[in-house]
């Protein structure tokens, strides 16, 4: 067969096959377009056995003459030439999703400017030309319906998912959409009945309890870094992007611009909020979600050693770079992109993520800068009716800064059981168990600084199976054979070195687990007793040293560590809420 070009209808047809896919791409395309137009709220109705599909907005709207052009090839608002391409701060930018829509279904817009009193309807054909055009009444803003989806594509009806497959990935689109742009609300609907309804907030941490109904907004940390684009503490990186198999004309910012990229976090507490799937980590770069295994793990190793077994955090990162990092033109859907200096970024998000999980001070002092506010205006009353007066009445938590960590103030005052240690602090009571404390110091120490020194003599073991021989070998221990059935372990990791149980020890860890495994329960073995009696200045001593640890919240097999007991949580308990302002007659 002779090789010809295709007739212009068909490569359309199959450009637009690509692009609009499913009832979810027809949402995605949609939806992003209203966010462009910079719409806060956005209603969805869906009416999937009749494959139609409406999304109305509340954004800028659009003029009669773009209304005109606006479902014909390649027509868009985004960008002007090639350079354009390289410096992309919109979701849409191709052009293509209007003038596919029309190409796989009946399209028709109504749509008004925000500061004009003219509202439009238009029809377009499946050339995306317009073939009925008059004026309505309509509210600022714009609605596309869109009807007989793939109408003439009965193959493509055949080969999509069952109703229930699709609307699930209705929902996820529409999930997507709400954690990147918080701000937006968002109605969707069935067949004219609600489905469901996002509530537009402040940031993406009191999104996720609005689609994970389980979680609640004290069970996530939100942390924002301003960070520079390029490492300053290093050779400043090459900022030229790097297109696969293209070349562009393109000039680097100057060598003295400044440049600010931002990470937004929303990270699930990992004593209280994980998933039994890895389902729940999410990487948005620049306001979508997109495919980014480098990042992903990076997230899921950073948070390996504070959840329990078998769970899986509950994450949602969003990096806002410099749009020059990122070559969106990988994929039609744009979930795929290339960026640059990926090391550079896996470095800021661990900055981030251990800024999440630390108990930071500075929170808890924003925190109660308003209570410590109130109260001493209340004991400023009190004085003047009163005969005495309090000379100092600053109630602020203070912090130890000796090793450059702020600490918060958690000053030890005795035991329980021998297993809890009762903390006081400005803002309530902690119980803190001894064992998990220690232990997660421990293993911090262990696996920055895993030692092996020599035994003297050696441990003699019987018995081994060759993959416990194994096992040891693999995390670093020499062993030599000693007569039959009896082996000679020559090294052993340093924390153990001094311990009578050491022949124990290290029979535990030849029972399997990677290195990391064997830190773990090196530092579980070594950690102080539950049980065991401590002097205060030895609790004090632990509750700073746990405080200092990357992860405090939770031990190295995902136990929590701490209980906390806020100071307005026993008033309410006790009844104590009314007492200052009732007893001096405020």
């Known amino acids: 067969m002779s090789i010809h070009l295709l007739p212009i209808d068909v490569i359309h047809l199959i450009a637009a096959g690509e692009v609009i896919d499913s009832l979810a791409a027809v949402v995605r395309e949609l939806c992003e377009n209203a966010i462009d137009a910079g719409a806060s709220r956005v209603t969805v109705s869906l009416f999937p056995d009749q494959w139609r599909i409406q999304v109305a907005d509340n954004g800028t709207g659009i003029e009669l003459a773009d209304l ?25 930018f191709r052009g293509e999703a209007l003038h596919s829509l029309a190409q796989l279904a009946n399209l028709e817009i109504y749509s008004r400017p925000r500061y004009s009193g003219d509202g439009w309807h238009l029809v377009y054909n499946h050339q995306g030309e317009v073939t009925r055009q008059q004026e309505v009444a309509i509210a600022p803003g714009t609605v596309i319906n869109i009807e007989n989806l793939f109408g003439a594509w009965e193959a493509r009806r055949e ?5 229930n ?22 109605t969707i609907e069935q067949q004219h009945r609600p489905w469901f309804q996002i509530v537009g907030s402040k940031t993406s941490q009191q999104i996720i309890p609005q689609l994970l109904p389980k979680v609640r907004v004290d069970d996530l940390q939100y942390v924002e870094l301003n960070i520079p684009a390029f490492n300053q503490t290093e050779d400043r990186p090459n900022l030229e992007p790097i297109f696969y198999n293209r070349t562009a004309d393109f000039s680097a910012p100057a060598e003295d611009s400044i440049e600010e990229a931002k990470i937004q976090l929303t990270l699930g507490l990992p004593d209280r909020c994980h998933r039994h799937r890895l389902d729940w980590v999410k990487v948005a770069v620049n306001g979508r979600i997109v ?12 948070l390996a050693r504070t959840l329990p077994r078998d769970r899986y955090p509950v994450c949602f990162l969003h990096l806002q770079i410099p749009p020059h990092y990122i070559d969106w033109n990988r994929h039609p859907a744009k979930v795929e992109i290339y960026l640059q200096q990926i090391e550079y970024w896996q470095s800021q998000v661990l900055r981030a993520i251990d800024s999440a999980l630390n108990l930071d001070p500075e929170e808890i002092n924003d925190r109660d800068t308003s209570i410590t506010s109130r109260i001493g205006k209340l004991l400023a009353v009190a004085e003047q009716q009163g005969a005495y007066h309090i000379p100092n009445r600053s109630i602020s938590p203070t912090f130890n800064d000796g090793d450059g960590l702020g600490l918060l103030e958690l000053r030890a005052v005795g035991q329980v059981h021998n297993t809890y240690i009762i903390a006081e602090h400005s803002d309530g009571l902690w119980l803190v168990e001894q064992h998990i404390a220690h232990e997660r110091v421990l293993y911090e120490q262990i696996s920055a600084a895993w030692q092996l020194l020599p035994l ?15 096992q040891l070998q693999d995390i670093g221990l020499t ?44 530092a579980c073995r070594c950690a102080i007793r539950n049980g065991t009696t401590l002097s205060l200045p030895e609790m004090q001593s632990l509750l700073d040293r746990w405080q200092r640890t990357r992860n405090p919240r939770t031990c190295p097999h995902g136990r929590p560590i701490y209980l906390s007991f806020k100071e307005s949580s026993l008033a309410r308990a006790f009844r104590r809420h009314w007492v200052i302002g009732k007893s001096h007659g405020i």
């Open 479 to 522: 062993i030599d054979p000693f007569g039959e059935g009896l082996w000679a372990i020559r090294t052993a990791p340093a924390p153990l070195l001094m311990r009578e149980d050491l022949a124990a020890a290290i029979t535990e860890l030849s029972w399997g687990g990677d290195l990391q495994a064997a830190q773990v329960a090196v």
């Open 68 to 92: 005109q052009v606006a479902a014909t090839a390649h027509s868009t608002s985004k960008i002007d030439d090639r350079e354009d391409l390289f410096h992309i701060t919109s979701l849409g």
């Open 291 to 302: 495919r980014a295994p480098e990042l992903e793990q990076t997230i899921v190793s950073a």
């Open 159 to 163: 080969g999509l998912p069952n109703l």
């Open 456 to 470: 003297e003599p050696p441990i003699i073991l019987s018995h081994l199976t060759e993959r416990q021989i194994e």
């Open 165 to 186: 497959q699709q609307l699930r990935q209705v929902q996820a689109v529409i999930y997507h959409l709400a954690l990147c742009y918080p701000q937006i609300s968002w």
